[in-house]
T-cell receptor
């Protein structure tokens, strides 16, 4: 069966510090991968998605970037965190295919920028 | 472009009572529809999805939803709720034209009272 991991689970970082969140998927090959942010009291906002190694699509201009160095690894990064980067970050995967494919979510990383 | 509206931010209901969580969407193309549940500090879990066919969709944990194209709605229902159903519920839509993006509603917090 497939599993998706995210780490760390919780992170407290000062403003201006760098960020690296990691997501890995097991039990599948060539998945589509997604990064979402969930701000308090709001829905989920798609940040990035990837259909293959090195292929990243950005949905919103922001302080963050994403990379996919391996087939089942997806990394969310920032060079300098802002207060507004605080939130709950969720990674998801789906089988490569159409929009009908279900997205499966990881446990999330809660980021607090102080 | 698609949009999703979840009309109720919070729904309190007594245990063993029925519940309906409302979701309306807007789209100029055919869509796929999803309901997810999020327990505190966890990722999202798929409850059910509508792709095509029967407009009444049954999911896990006794939930069901009905797709109504004329009213552009996909309301979630359960005939008898349990304390353990207390969670946040998200409706999502993706377009059937081939993109991979989900658009999420802002969520409805279901609180089941003893």
């Amino acid at each position: 069966s497939q599993t998706i991991h995210q780490w760390p689970a919780t992170l407290v970082q000062p403003v201006g510090s760098p960020l690296s969140l990691e997501c890995t998927v097991e039990g599948t090959s060539n998945p589509n991968l997604y990064w979402y942010r969930q701000a308090a009291g709001r829905g989920l906002q798609l940040l990035f998605y990837s259909v293959g190694i090195g292929q990243i699509s950005s949905e919103v201009p922001q302080n963050l970037s994403a990379s996919r160095p391996q087939d089942r690894q997806f990394i969310l990064s920032s060079k300098k965190l802002l207060l507004s980067d605080s939130g709950f970050y969720l990674c998801a995967w789906s089988v490569a295919g159409g929009a009908y494919e279900t997205q499966y979510f990881g446990p999330g990383t809660r980021l607090l920028v102080l | 472009a698609q949009s999703v509206t979840q009309l109720d931010s919070q729904v309190p209901v007594f245990e063993e009572a029925p519940v309906e969580l409302r979701c309306n969407y807007s789209s100029s193309v055919s869509v796929y529809l999803f309901w997810y549940v999020q327990y505190p500090n966890q990722g999202l879990q798929l409850l059910l999805k509508y792709l095509s066919g029967s407009t009444l969709v049954k999911g896990i944990n006794g939930f069901e939803a009905e797709f109504n194209k004329s009213q552009t709605s996909f309301h979630l229902r359960k005939p008898s709720v349990h304390i353990s159903d207390t969670a946040e519920y998200f409706c999502a839509v993706s377009d059937a034209s081939g993109t991979y993006k989900y658009i999420f509603g802002t969520g409805t917090r279901l609180k089941v009272l003893a």
